[in-house]
């Protein structure tokens, strides 16, 4: 098996530098990369839907970021749910709960939280869960609203124990680079020991780049990083690693 899938990148989003992206995908294809979830999470880089919504590399995915959702009223979820029906998107998020950025909205954003599931819960699509400093109300509101088709947990960073309730409630747990940083005891021991029908590995690029490359710029070549890594505490061959999760990946968003 040659292949890795990226569960989540990010176009550069503080500069739409589209070349530098187009740079990055031609790296991730020669990489051995055949698909990408790109996480459209910033007004600005829906310009460029056009250009990747008939691209077989690219699974698209937007919602409403939960640092930016204070700012937000009808029309724009009017919007949303406008574009989520007119492109092939497979996903909506990255939508969900972030105490740390935003500690002053919570009540807002666990409104728009539920908002969005109930969004997708009507479309019939997956969620991108976004939860910083939040893991407790997002599995609570989780739990208390249903989505038919579920979602990841993007960028899981909490306890094996905790990631144990989300699979339980269906969620699937995608690690990215911060799972190979060091001291990161409860990640590894959660990335070690879940149960691997439900594991995701993602770049969240520009961000979180993995070690050994970590301080550079991250870009969605570097997923297999995180591949090799977590086989390696699996003890698992990185072919069977992908195998699986691609499988995953292909009955979440598939
Ligand atoms: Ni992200």
Known sequence: MKYFIDSHTHITNENLDIALYQEDVKKAKAAGI???????????????LDKVKDDPFFDLAHGFFPCDVDRLNDD????????????????????????HWSPETKAIQK?????????????????IIHAREALQDTYDILKAHNN?????????????EMAKEFIKLGYYISF?????YKNNRKSVECAKAIDID?????????????????????????VQLVYEFIAGLRGMDLDDLKKKVAANYERLFG
Not at 111 to 127: H, N, S, T
Not at 148 to 160: A, E, F, N, T
């Open 34 to 48: 055949l698909k990408v979830m790109l996480v459209f999470s910033d007004r600005k880089e829906i310009a460029i």
């Open 76 to 99: 724009d979820y009017a919007e949303l749910e406008k574009l989520l029906i007119e492109y092939p998107f497979k996903a909506l998020g990255e939508i969900g709960l972030d105490y």
């Open 111 to 127: 409104e728009a939280f539920i908002r969005q599931i109930k969004l997708a819960d009507k479309l019939g699509l997956p969620i």
């Open 148 to 160: 038919r088709r579920k979602g990841v947990m993007h960028c899981y960073s909490g306890s094996l």
């Open 176 to 180: 990215a680079g911060p799972v190979t």
């Open 198 to 222: 439900y594991l995701l590995c993602e770049t969240d690029a520009p961000y979180l780049t993995p070690v050994p490359k970590r301080g550079e710029r991250n870009e969605t070549a570097n």
